[in-house]
């Protein structure tokens, strides 16, 4: 079965231009988070999924930063405009059910460079 | 959620036993202990979790004291390719299934 696949895998774009990830996560899951990760720090949570409703975004930056989970599979998180700040690894992560004791599952995620 | 406390870096022979500490002095009852690892250039990977009880599968086993303040997550036999940041995180088991990373311990496991 096909994890968390995550795309691009580098994206290397000038401040001010617009950028947008996408994940797709496996097949089933309800619960889809997306994640940033500084360097040299663990992922931080910047929103999750319940099928295509966003439950938790209270850590987006929503004047630069907006996500989308339409028809509650695939998602895509979206940078306008980027700024130099914005470099980081985006990760997708997935899991089943709508609570409970499950475990996620991590995309390889997407190295943005902001320059 | 509970916070943690890890050793930022440690490492291991190749072929011996590698154990990370962690430190959750301010867990609650129903908090439970969940351990992560992130190899380079990879997403985070699930390895396992517990309550009260110790708990063993495939990957590791995770032994948690009486008073649950810490725990201690090894790795019987470690690899060249278990070398990776391990991630100790305490979160209640409910729908909000939130993971708050914390810094993580750095292992090297050693040829």
């Known amino acids: 079965e096909a994890g968390v696949v995550q795309s691009p895998r580098y994206k290397i774009i000038e401040k001010k231009q617009p950028v947008a990830f996408w994940c797709n996560p496996i097949?089933?899951?309800?619960?889809l988070y997306w994640y940033r990760q500084n360097l040299g720090q663990g992922p931080e949570l910047l929103i999750r999924?319940?099928?295509?409703?966003?439950?938790?975004d209270s850590q987006l930056p929503k004047d630069r930063f907006s996500a989308e989970r339409l028809k509650g599979v695939d998602s895509t998180l979206k940078i306008q405009p980027a700024e130099l700040g914005d470099s980081a690894v985006y990760l997708c992560?997935?899991?089943?059910?709508?609570?409970?004791?499950?475990?996620?599952?991590f995309g390889q995620g997407t190295r943005l460079t902001v320059v | 959620d509970a916070k943690t406390t890890q050793p930022t870096s440690m490492d291991c022979a190749e072929g011996r036993a590698a154990n990370l500490p962690c430190n959750h002095s301010?867990?609650?009852?129903?908090?439970?202990v969940y351990w992560y690892r992130q190899i380079h250039s990879q997403g985070p990977q699930y390895i396992i979790h517990?309550?009260?009880n110790n708990e063993t599968n495939e990957m590791a086993s995770l032994i948690i004291t009486e008073d649950r303040k810490s725990s201690t997550l090894i790795l019987p036999h470690a690899t060249l390719r278990d070398t990776a940041v391990y991630y100790c995180?305490?979160?209640?088991?409910?729908?909000?299934?939130?993971?708050?990373f914390g810094s993580g311990t750095r292992l090297l496991v050693r040829p």
């Open positions: 995180i305490v979160r209640v088991s409910d729908s909000s299934y939130k993971l708050i």
């Open positions: 097949s089933g899951h309800n619960t």
């Open positions: 301010t867990i609650s009852g129903n908090e439970y």
């Open positions: 999924y319940e099928n295509e409703e966003a439950v938790d």
């Open positions: 992560a997935s899991k089943t059910g709508t609570g409970g004791n499950t475990e996620a599952f």
């Open positions: 517990g309550l009260k």
